[in-house]
DNA sequence: ATTCCGGATATTGTCGACAGATCCCGCGGT
DNA sequence: ACCGCGGGATCTGTCGACAATATCCGGAAT
């Protein structure tokens, strides 16, 4: 993968020059995977002495995280793993249509004809594995799909702002919930109408799918939420 | 001002509780306002000396510009002031555009009665300041408008996103442009008219006008860049 | 003269320790 | 029994120093 002097840094899969990118990939990955659950505190003292280094390095990460709202950072008290309320999740993912769309836009306009052959190979492959097991949203599927499309739109600063900011919350997210049955049938459709608008060069109609695409992404979401209740105030504690 | 437990940080206008806090601020304002010109060498050692302090708050200051992109940040060499060249100008557009278009939109559904009220009496003031000395984009009324439609988009990650980050960018970009006359009026006129879709409640124009706005603007700044050669090689060094 | 190489210098990354602030828990008052 | 208060423990913020890396400058070879 092409990435020369492009753009400041990658997601996790930056190459650890230092011992902060390290703890900054572990730490990323222990709250992607749900080892760090939502809300829980993040003690300098004990991730220090679980990575087996001083607190300056691992202080450096709390920042990154923090900036990339996968932490939350209280001066004098502390860190913590974001809690996504609904409330926050809706503004995710408007922000999210809005700038994926604009992705989209760019890929119609972009995307070289062979990135488009190959994506459609994508698709067919996901339609079979769809019709053995319909759980597309379960695996990364849905996200191959996105990743492609955002790295064609060949706006650096937006491939790195969904792919370093919102799709590592988004992904966070995704552990909270079900999708019902036929979800994932759906959702191969509209990828499918969205490659065909790329591949007509429709940059308006590319947009529009996009757009409508991850609007629904996000009812059906809604639905497959454990709950829909205003706001579960800031509890007291969870454990690590 | 209302801001309880919202949302994680502020801008430069948070308060200091800690000396990075301050740093953070002072520095910022030293890059906004030029002091610190584009490609400058942030020396650990001589801004900390400058500030007065140990190099740790420094660092972890530089690290939040970083993720705010005002300044590069590269392991064992150091932070520099970010060099806006035209093709990241237009990136910033792209996503400036996309971003507030939404905030618009959500605008055009939550703004009360009276601060359309308000803002509509804004703008007739600016309309005063205008016509005596064509000098909108000179000072902040621009800005004025787009925060108040910014803040009143009731997506406070939004916000947080915009303001934070996007209107930093766009704030030492201004320093570098110089609009041709008239371009004051047509300013004025296309915020009246998003101002209307706002009072009429109608989303989806909202959210068009903004677009077009923002689109127009990028056009006019385009024309008053200093230079539209390809990306000028990072050079050797920027005095401080 | 130009290019490549190597050592001295300066800067960044990391560490351990101290100071101030917050949190927790037990005590006394009502 | 409940609430407010105070002291101790813990944690975060900051500091100064060391180690590792990058930069700069001079010299040698072509």
Same mark, same amino acid.
């Given at each position: 993968m092409p990435d020369g002097d492009t753009f400041p840094s990658g997601p996790?899969? @930056? @190459?650890?020059?230092t011992t902060a990118d390290r703890i900054f990939a572990d730490l990323s990955h222990l709250i992607l995977s749900g080892d760090l659950p939502p809300g829980a505190k993040l003690s300098e003292p004990d991730l220090a002495a679980r990575f087996g280094t001083s607190r300056a390095p691992l202080r450096e990460a709390l920042r990154r995280l923090a900036e990339r709202k996968l932490v939350t950072h209280i001066a004098h008290q502390g860190a913590r793993v974001i809690r996504l309320t609904p409330a926050r999740i809706t503004e995710i993912y408007q922000i999210r249509e809005a700038l994926e769309g604009v992705a989209a836009r760019e890929a119609a306009l972009r995307m070289s004809d062979a990135a488009i052959a190959e994506l459609r190979a994508l698709l067919d492959l996901h339609a079979g594995r769809v019709s053995a097991s319909d759980r597309y949203f379960q695996g990364t599927e849905d996200d191959d799909f996105h990743f492609r499309i955002i790295h064609a739109c060949g706006n650096e600063m937006l491939t790195a702002l969904l792919l370093d900011e919102y799709y590592l919350l988004i992904r966070l997210l995704r552990r909270q919930i079900h999708h019902p049955a036929g979800v994932a049938q759906r959702a191969l459709i509209e990828h499918r109408r969205i490659l065909d608008a790329i591949a007509d060069r429709a940059p308006d109609l590319a947009e529009t799918m996009m757009r409508r695409h991850i609007a629904a992404a996000f009812t059906r979401l809604r639905a497959g939420l454990p709950d829909t209740s205003p706001t579960p105030r800031p509890r007291k504690e969870a454990s690590a």
């Amino acid at each position: 993968m092409p990435d020369g002097d492009t753009f400041p840094s990658g997601p996790l899969a @930056v @190459v650890d020059r230092t011992t902060a990118d390290r703890i900054f990939a572990d730490l990323s990955h222990l709250i992607l995977s749900g080892d760090l659950p939502p809300g829980a505190k993040l003690s300098e003292p004990d991730l220090a002495a679980r990575f087996g280094t001083s607190r300056a390095p691992l202080r450096e990460a709390l920042r990154r995280l923090a900036e990339r709202k996968l932490v939350t950072h209280i001066a004098h008290q502390g860190a913590r793993v974001i809690r996504l309320t609904p409330a926050r999740i809706t503004e995710i993912y408007q922000i999210r249509e809005a700038l994926e769309g604009v992705a989209a836009r760019e890929a119609a306009l972009r995307m070289s004809d062979a990135a488009i052959a190959e994506l459609r190979a994508l698709l067919d492959l996901h339609a079979g594995r769809v019709s053995a097991s319909d759980r597309y949203f379960q695996g990364t599927e849905d996200d191959d799909f996105h990743f492609r499309i955002i790295h064609a739109c060949g706006n650096e600063m937006l491939t790195a702002l969904l792919l370093d900011e919102y799709y590592l919350l988004i992904r966070l997210l995704r552990r909270q919930i079900h999708h019902p049955a036929g979800v994932a049938q759906r959702a191969l459709i509209e990828h499918r109408r969205i490659l065909d608008a790329i591949a007509d060069r429709a940059p308006d109609l590319a947009e529009t799918m996009m757009r409508r695409h991850i609007a629904a992404a996000f009812t059906r979401l809604r639905a497959g939420l454990p709950d829909t209740s205003p706001t579960p105030r800031p509890r007291k504690e969870a454990s690590a």
